[in-house]
């Protein structure tokens, strides 16, 4: 599996907009890039994917590099709901099952 | 929509023993993984079922199996138990077991305690 590499936490004021960065160097052309994301005591949970093009949905926004090599998690303004663990995984269509293979994530904090 | 189930919430075993935990697939979805989570990491793939028949399985050792009913309700039993067993195991269901493009819904999951 591709390998992506985050930071290990990230800290936000609420209201204020955040960006979760993910490294994929090894992406390839047909991995799509998932993110999830984990609240306390509960499992994960979808927020968003995209292939090539940059994508919008009620939750967050998902910026993709031209390149494809890094992606960014947009949430526009946060709230202390959004005080979670943040996952990016690389999905590969080419296996015969859909496994999502989890990293250490991102621990966001989210200030009052 | 009935969101996806697992039970019991939590379960206290001893060493050697056996366990059975079970999940409910969201309604209309035909594909259920397993997933353990040791505290602080994030989950690592057991197996998945599609249609009754395991589909895919992650590095995990044969005590550890599974089953999938036809209403797509699914259990994972692990034999033998060791201490190291002890974890959150997630269930997910999805819509497909392969499309790279498609939504797993978790469980809220079982936490495990092997003493």
């Known amino acids: 599996d591709a390998k992506t590499t985050q930071p290990n936490s990230m800290e936000s004021n609420e209201e204020e907009p955040v960006h979760l960065p993910c490294n994929h160097s090894t992406i390839s052309g047909t991995d799509y890039i998932h993110w999830y994301r984990q609240l306390p005591s509960q499992g994960p949970e979808y927020v968003i994917h995209?292939?090539?093009s940059n994508v919008n949905n009620r939750m967050a926004s998902l910026a993709i590099a031209e390149d494809r090599k890094s992606s960014t998690l947009i949430l526009h303004r946060a709230t202390l709901r959004d005080a979670a663990v943040y996952y990016c995984i690389l999905r590969d269509p080419g296996t015969s099952y859909g496994k999502l293979t989890f990293g250490q994530g991102t621990i966001l904090t989210v200030h009052p | 929509e009935t969101g996806v189930t697992q039970s019991p919430t939590h379960l206290i075993k001893t060493r050697g023993q056996q366990v059975t935990l079970r999940c409910s697939s969201q309604?209309?979805?035909?594909?259920v993984s397993w997933y353990q989570q040791a505290l602080g990491q994030g989950p690592q793939f057991i197996f998945q079922?599609?249609?009754?028949?395991?589909?895919g399985r992650g590095n995990f050792p044969p005590r550890f199996s599974g089953l999938q009913f036809p209403n797509y309700s699914s259990e994972l039993n692990v034999n033998a138990l060791e201490l190291d067993d002890s974890a959150l195991y997630l269930c997910?269901?999805?819509?497909?077991?392969?499309?790279?493009?498609?939504?797993?819904?978790f469980g809220p999951g079982t936490r495990l305690t092997v003493l």
């Open positions: 995209g292939l090539t």
């Open positions: 309604s209309g979805h035909n594909t």
């Open positions: 997910a269901s999805s819509w497909s077991r392969a499309r790279s493009g498609d939504t797993q819904y």
């Open positions: 079922y599609y249609r009754e028949e395991e589909n």
